[in-house]
């Protein structure tokens, strides 16, 4: 069985700063690893390389091609479209049709025809949690999915996971939640590049 997904010596940048680097990992289909680390740590950073959206400083991440699906903080909602109509928004651009048990999933069923610029944080993160069920993409890599949720969406949303796990999907999360899976874990301190020396001015070179 191939892996799902493989970090190999992967380094990180954000804003010309290298945050992390020597970063391995291979993931299974059916394995999650949860990401942690501190404030500023570099842990959306990682999710954004991993996801494409920014390029490796050193390293590689290997995928199938089109296997990602990405939840990040801008949960990528159209205020303008109903909850219903987001989902087949996003079934159509995945090629799928099916939003019923997308909906059903995060409990959306009830809010189907809301506009979507109405919903409150929290069912708005459900719905862009829900998203995730119609892309039908293998690799889920999400940044602080929880946030927002309540207990009980939270637990709607580890039986998703759940499920999408046992299915032979993977999923790779930033979360200081329990997410009651078994995970791999990657404490991003552990892999923080060292500060690069500033380099010095031309006073004080002057007088160094
Ligand atoms: N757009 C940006 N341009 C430049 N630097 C950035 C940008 N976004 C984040 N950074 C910096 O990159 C570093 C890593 O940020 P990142 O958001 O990856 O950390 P994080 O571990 O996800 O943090 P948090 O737990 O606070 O969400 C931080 O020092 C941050 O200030």
Redo the contacts with the bound molecule.
């Keep these: 069985m191939s892996p799902a997904l493989a970090l190999e010596d992967l380094a990180v940048e954000?804003?010309g700063?290298r945050?992390l680097h020597g970063l391995n990992l291979t993931l299974m289909p059916g394995q999650a690893a949860v990401l942690t680390?501190?404030?500023?740590?570099?842990?959306?950073?990682?999710l954004r390389t991993i996801a494409g959206l920014q390029r490796p400083a050193a390293g590689r991440v290997r995928c199938q091609p089109d296997a990602i699906a990405y939840a990040g903080h801008a949960d990528g909602v159209k205020s303008a479209l109903t909850v219903s109509e987001n989902l087949r928004f996003w079934a159509a651009v995945f090629g799928g049709d099916q939003i019923a048990p997308a909906l059903a999933a995060m409990d959306l069923s009830a809010l189907g025809d809301r506009l979507a610029g109405r919903l409150s944080a929290g069912q708005r993160r459900r719905l862009g949690l829900a998203r995730l069920a119609v892309t039908g993409r293998p690799v889920w890599v999400l940044d602080?999915p929880t946030v927002s949720l309540d207990s009980r969406s939270a637990d709607l949303f580890r039986a998703m996971l759940a499920a999408h796990l046992a299915g032979g999907g993977a999923a790779i999360i930033?979360t200081h939640l329990d997410l009651g899976i078994e995970a791999l874990r990657l404490e991003?301190s552990e892999f923080a590049a060292p500060r690069d020396a500033a380099p010095l001015s031309g006073f004080d070179a002057a007088f160094a």
């Design positions: 954000r804003g700063r945050l680390g501190p404030n500023g740590a570099g842990k959306t950073s990682l602080e930033a991003l």
